[in-house]
């Protein structure tokens, strides 16, 4: 053994005498000072910017309805009164703007936030009789009993935001108190990151970390590395050197590992010296002291070595250092392209078509791809058809709906802009059975409105930021059309909508998400932390229960209303049940430690729930009174890559998979009924069959950053996004183990191959 070491010891030694190696050393030192001033720091969330404002003209209407009260005083007209005669002309002028012109939208809403940014320093503006009504929160009191005249201009203007923000919530996207700047030296050099600090250094772990190491050491390190190492392989069959080292009883397969061992050392210095200075800046800077960051310098040896397999052989081959980087750059070039060949078919021809949802109607299945789109069951053609909403840029996830109303025999819906239009105007939209459910507008939605649901009786329900309100009103209202100017603005004569309660407004907040007892129309409702039972009595909601719940403020949430029990799902994966209406918590398990939840569902008896997890694997979970749990996964065909499912009518339970695939099973028994599976189209044939075998079978160390984010936070389905906190949105699979194991093969197989030559050969 101890000759092998020797040679270990020996290219360790040449290693460090490499003058490549100290001049790498040099520019990662160079690398880590650079990166060493930046940071990032907090301060009061003040400015009030465009994007803050969710319904910019939905808030002009209520200030100026609030300001013509003939009341003693009021919020909205201390605010309306405040801005100077300019803006508020400019501002009650937006009704003549047109929905549709989506620029002089934009230039309203910038106009709204720079005048009411002009309020934020004025001193005058609290009023204790017009904010007597508004509770405000512990923030603004505990600024209101400093006194106005004696708090700083920094803490002036974040009272005045919160005087003007409390009243109006529904019109304001949530922003976390104080706010973020990254700085260099000290010096801001972006602008404010309306993000919490847990939520920065979350992004900056996930994103950040792993982009800066995989560029440095990945990509510049590994190539250069290659560079400098590929001489050795080649070097070691000169005649000298060879002679050298068979003088002595070794064996030519282990002579070969240890060689190559040695050259391994090369990179190993330079990981670990860059990868520990970086734990050690981020730890200083950022406080983020994740000892999980230096387990990604294995996996960067490894990503090392399995290029470098590639070059040993070449070089035991050819014994030229120039055709032992060529090949390894071939390698390289091939596994970028099967890799970016599945990825390209995977996005835009297999999941933008992968089904999510589905909606049962009374002759045919609707369901929801990821683009949005709805599709219906043929059956004589056995295919997916268009139908009711056509694809484009609104991913399901900002879907309201659809949903099956009885009483229209029509599916009604609506599209949402996303997180930061959370309580904005939507319009219904309506796809009718007789009109071969055709896509057709309908009334305007109350504000607020985040989802809609559909009640016992038939009726639709739709739950706004203040409570819930009842479709009662005929959908084809007749209307009106108001000319201005070159455009006819249309004008419902209608009110479809009428509030259902609480008669004490709520305040819901994104997150949110609310969901309906399908047998006694009772709604739940969960809104940053806070978990809220809407009891139905004579057509009217209200409050029967509020509790807190163990969560982050920010966190997405699911819910399911099963009978007597409740299910909440969260961000962190948790699946939570609680018993309605007193909302006392049942138990708490995570099923899928490292996913999160998609969707949640509850069988129309009550009797039991559906989760679907990002991973694709599905649980069910009984709901009955005596049920202890925890959540199992379900006995069905496609775990690992299940999109969705849905109860039926009679308790059956459909599944989705294989993008396209949905499967009935039978309630209790989990027989399989029938399934509802188009035939595969030419590229899905080519997908599943040449591209996924072709990728899974091939190396993959270019797929090595998936690895190094769950290490870095033990999650397998991650959300790179920092503005939608849809539990429903879309999120990446990493997969980490899959290119770990197939570079892992490969490597041994270059190997073995090198070390089968090295024997047999003749030197």
Request: hydrophobic letters at 45%; glycine letters at 8%.
């Amino acid at each position: 053994m101890r000759p092998y070491l020797a040679i270990i010891v020996d290219s360790f030694r040449e290693a460090l005498a490499s003058r490549v190696l100290w001049i790498l050393l040099l520019l990662i030192t160079l690398i880590l000072a650079g990166i060493l001033p930046l940071g990032f720091r907090a301060e009061r969330t003040t400015a009030i910017l465009a994007r803050d404002l969710t319904d910019g003209r939905g808030l002009v209407r209520a200030l100026q309805r609030d300001a013509d009260r003939p009341s003693t005083g009021s919020p909205g007209q201390r605010i309306w009164s405040a801005l100077d005669e300019k803006a508020r002309t400019a501002l009650g002028d937006w009704e003549q703007v047109a929905e549709s012109d989506r620029d002089a939208m934009r230039a309203r809403t910038a106009q709204l936030a720079e005048a009411l940014n002009g309020l934020l320093e004025r001193r005058d503006l609290y009023d204790a009789s017009a904010w007597s009504q508004v509770l405000l929160g512990s923030e603004a009191r505990e600024l209101l009993d400093q006194g106005v005249d004696a708090l700083s201009a920094d803490d002036l203007a974040r009272l005045n935001r919160l005087l003007i923000e409390t009243p109006y919530l529904e019109y304001f996207r949530p922003q976390p108190p104080r706010q973020i700047l990254i700085t260099y030296f000290g010096a801001k050099i972006s602008p404010p990151i309306r993000a919490t600090e847990k939520r920065v250094r979350r992004v900056i772990e996930l994103l950040v970390l792993p982009a800066v190491i995989g560029i440095l050491v990945g990509f510049i390190g590994v190539l250069a590395a290659i560079l400098v190492t590929a001489p050795i392989i080649p070097q070691m069959f000169d005649p000298g050197s060879l002679s050298l080292l068979l003088s002595k009883p070794v064996s030519r397969s282990w002579m070969f590992l240890a060689k190559f061992a040695g050259g391994c050392t090369f990179i190993l210095i330079n990981v670990i010296y860059l990868v520990t200075g970086l734990w050690v800046i981020v730890g200083l800077r950022l406080g983020i002291w994740n000892a999980r960051l230096l387990l990604c310098i294995p996996i960067f040896l490894f990503l090392f070595a399995v290029y470098y397999s590639v070059s040993a052989l070449a070089g035991v081959i050819w014994r030229n250092a120039v055709v032992s980087v060529v090949m390894t750059v071939v390698f390289w070039l091939a596994c970028t392209v099967v890799g970016a060949t599945k990825s390209i078919v995977e996005q835009l021809a297999v999941e933008s078509r992968r089904l999510v949802r589905l909606v049962e109607t009374p002759d045919a299945w609707i369901a929801v791809d990821e683009s949005g789109a709805t599709h219906r069951w043929d059956t004589a053609s056995s295919a997916w058809q268009g139908a009711f909403l056509e694809g484009g840029d609104t991913p399901a996830s900002r879907v309201l709906g659809p949903v099956f109303a009885p009483r229209q025999d029509a599916l009604l819906a609506a599209r949402e802009a996303g997180r930061r239009n959370f309580g904005s105007r939507k319009s219904l939209l309506i796809g009718r059975r007789v009109d071969e459910w055709t896509e057709a507008d309908g009334p305007a939605l109350p504000d607020g409105t985040f989802d809609l649901l559909a009640g016992p009786q038939g009726q639709l329900l739709a739950v706004t930021a203040r409570g819930v309100d009842e479709l009662v009103g005929d959908l084809a209202a007749p209307t009106k059309k108001m000319q201005v100017f070159f455009f006819e603005i249309p004008q419902s004569l209608g009110k479809p909508f009428r509030a259902a309660g609480p008669d004490t407004p709520l305040q819901i907040r994104p997150p949110a998400a609310a969901a309906i007892d399908r047998a006694t129309g009772h709604v739940a409702v969960y809104s940053r932390g806070e978990l809220t039972w809407l009891q139905r009595t004579a057509e009217r909601y209200e409050v029967a229960k509020t509790v807190p719940v163990d969560a982050e403020p920010d966190q997405g949430a699911l819910l399911a209303v099963a009978g007597a029990t409740l299910l909440l799902a969260l961000d962190d994966g948790r699946v939570l049940t609680f018993a309605a209406p007193a909302l006392e918590l049942r138990g708490s398990w995570q099923p899928e430690p490292g996913s999160q939840p998609r969707f949640a569902c509850a069988a129309p008896d009550g009797a039991s729930f559906a989760i679907v997890f990002h991973n694709g694997r599905l649980h069910r979970l009984d709901a009955g009174p005596d049920a202890a749990g925890p959540p199992q996964p379900a006995p069905v065909r496609g775990q690992g890559d299940i999109a969705g499912a849905a109860f039926a009518a009679d308790n059956s339970l459909l599944v989705i998979d294989r993008i396209t695939r949905v499967t009935r099973y039978a309630a209790g028994t989990w027989q399989r009924l029938d399934s509802f599976s188009p035939a595969l189209t030419p590229l899905e044939i080519a997908y599943y069959y040449a591209i996924v075998p072709l990728y899974t079978v091939f190396p993959q160390p270019g797929e090595l950053d998936n690895t190094i984010q769950y290490v870095l936070r033990g999650e397998q389905t991650v959300d790179l996004g920092m503005g939608d906190d849809s539990l429903q949105a879309r999120r990446m699979r990493l997969r980490p183990w899959a290119p770990v194991r197939s570079s892992f093969v490969f490597m041994l197989v270059m190997l073995a191959l090198s070390c089968l030559y090295v024997q047999r050969q003749d030197f």
